[in-house]
Nanobody, 123 residues
Framework: QVQLVESGGGSVQPGGSLRLSCVVS????????MAWFRQAPGKEREGVAS???????RYGENLKGRFTISQDNTKNTLYLQMNSLTPEDTAMYFC?????????????????WGQGTQVTVSS
């Protein structure tokens, strides 16, 4: 089993930045691939970014450059740095874990999920 707890969400003005964190515990074998997803009201859950045990990163369409995924294995924590935020980035953000990373980043490939943290971008 893998447990995931997100934090760092909140309200920010357009153009602002946020850093999300996800503390991970449990089986290391089953969390070789870590990812961030987001889901806006009325929309499907979409892959934001993923990172594997070699620190190879993948990003959802049009998100690389503004968003950066990273992990600190000494702290068992996954991060998502989000810059130049726009109202279209408003969503619930989830971290997820699985054994393998694939392209594209699809929710159905992930077994373990956190409860999510809300990000709201508004003036």
């Amino acid at each position: 089993q893998v447990q995931l707890v997100e934090s760092g969400g909140g309200s920010v003005q357009p153009g602002g930045s946020l850093r999300l964190s996800c503390v991970v515990s449990g089986s290391t074998f089953r969390r070789k691939c870590m990812a961030w997803f987001r889901q806006a009201p009325g929309k499907e859950r979409e892959g934001v970014a993923s990172i594997d045990s070699t620190n190879t990163t993948r990003y959802g369409e049009n998100l690389k450059g503004r968003f950066t995924i990273s992990q600190d294995n000494t702290k068992n924590t996954l991060y998502l740095q989000m810059n130049s935020l726009t109202p279209e980035d408003t969503a619930m953000y989830f971290c997820a874990a699985n054994q393998w990373c694939f392209t594209p980043i699809r929710p159905r490939d992930f077994i373990y999920w956190g409860q999510g943290t809300q990000v709201t971008v508004s003036s």
